[in-house]
């Protein structure tokens, strides 16, 4: 997709959309193609984006993108920006893939803070 091609460019939904539809076709390069323009067009802080951003990274990537889908969550948590349950899934199955239990644990607790979901821990 053209940025701007016809005088027209993608607003932040449709680049969260055509991130979700890329993963869902696990088109990773496209993906990363649509971060670019998000970053380009300054969405890259749009929650929807964010959150797209974080799955396909989550999912599809090797230790430097989880470390990158970390840095997203950051940044999201850093702009005020509220991570649904689905973005707190998906870095805590990074944490794990990674081995950063520490990591882990305190986004487990910022997850509980956040009233998303009640602690089901069983001891």
Known sequence: MQTGENGISPDEYTIAIMIKAMIVQ????ECKQFHAIAVKSRYYTDASIGNALITMYSK???????????????D???S??????FI????????TNIGWLRIGKIVHGNLIKSV???????D
Not at 26 to 29: G, H, N, P, V
Not at 60 to 73: D, M, P, S
């Open 26 to 29: 696990s088109e990773i390069a």
């Open 60 to 74: 599809h990537g090797k230790n430097r993108r989880y470390v990158e889908a970390l840095a997203l969550f950051l």
């Open 76 to 78: 999201m948590k850093l």
């Open 80 to 85: 005020g920006i509220k991570p649904d349950v």
């Open 88 to 95: 707190f899934i998906g870095i805590l199955t990074t944490c």
């Open 116 to 122: 998303l979901v009640v602690d089901a821990r069983y």
